[in-house]
């Protein structure tokens, strides 16, 4: 679950905004988790590999406090949860029942999570906020989650946002939201998605510059030749 610091590096500064182009360009379109909102501001943009977890519509025999020392819980994945992974939460967009309350978001603080996103909500907001633990959801409900959710269980294909997220994806998540890289794509985007930041910065400074749009963003093959002349020289 541990990412490469110089694949860390590779991402730092990188927003999510360029990760879905990058994508975008590599046909990949479903890649932005919907739903997932930053539940302070500011909140520091968080990468990590992920670590899922799955719920179901409740059903009454088995969403019960009781539960809740089961086995198979929310408490068990949480102890399974590696330092500096996002836990990534399938609550199939469910609002009206919080996943998580500010112990459970303890706890995940102390192993050293880097974040929980889900396309559910949270409760105990003023306790979660406490805790210090990043977290991008939907809001915020009083409702413990078994009273509209059954978790089923952990590290295993989810979907969150509408969005395929496997085990040890790469999860990348800023004020835009959540974004998912696939495990196989990861050095790729990195390098493609550095260049691209590259590019855009040189853009904004020919914009600030007084220069137009058209043939510039994006660049043709005048354009492409001058910004190559100026990276060459950083």
């Given at each position: 679950?541990?990412?490469?610091?110089?694949?860390?590096?590779?991402?730092?500064?990188?927003?999510?905004?360029?990760?879905?182009?990058?994508?975008?360009?590599?046909?990949?379109?479903?890649v932005w988790m919907r739903g997932t909102k930053p539940i302070r501001s500011p909140q520091a943009r968080q990468i990590g590999r992920a670590f899922t977890?799955?719920?179901?519509?409740?059903?009454?025999?088995?969403?019960?406090?009781a539960s809740w020392s089961n086995p198979i819980s929310?408490?068990?994945?949480?102890?399974?949860?590696?330092?500096?992974?996002?836990?990534?939460?399938?609550?199939?967009?469910c609002t009206d029942a919080g996943i998580f309350g500010d112990i459970l978001c303890a706890r995940m603080a102390k192993r050293g999570v880097s974040a929980l996103i889900t396309d559910g909500?949270?409760?105990?907001?003023?306790?979660?906020?406490?805790?210090?633990?990043?977290?991008w959801c939907q809001g915020v409900a009083?409702?413990?989650?078994?009273?509209?959710?059954?978790?089923?269980g952990w590290n295993e294909p989810i979907g969150c946002g509408g969005?395929?997220?496997?085990?040890?994806?790469?999860?990348?998540?800023?004020?835009d939201g959540a974004v998912v890289v696939p495990a196989a794509l990861i050095d790729t985007v990195a390098?493609?998605?550095?260049?691209?930041?590259?590019?855009?910065?040189?853009?904004?400074?020919?914009?600030?510059?007084?220069?137009?749009?058209?043939?510039?963003y994006p660049p043709n093959a005048e354009n492409k030749a001058r910004y190559e002349a100026w990276a060459k020289g950083q």
């Open positions: 679950m541990t990412i490469d610091p110089h694949l860390a590096k590779a991402f730092d500064g990188v927003s999510t905004a360029t990760i879905t182009t990058v994508l975008l360009k590599k046909s990949l379109r479903n977890l799955r719920f179901v519509p409740a059903r009454e025999d088995l969403a019960t406090p929310t408490r068990a994945a949480i102890e399974a949860m590696p330092e500096g992974c996002i836990a990534v939460v399938d609550a199939m967009g909500v949270v409760r105990d907001v003023a306790g979660v906020l406490g805790t210090g633990l990043p977290v009083a409702p413990a989650s078994v009273a509209g959710l059954t978790f089923v969005v395929a997220v496997f085990p040890d994806d790469l999860v990348v998540v800023d004020d390098a493609e998605a550095a260049e691209q930041e590259r590019q855009e910065a040189w853009i904004m400074s020919e914009v600030n510059k007084g220069h137009s749009l058209p043939g510039l």
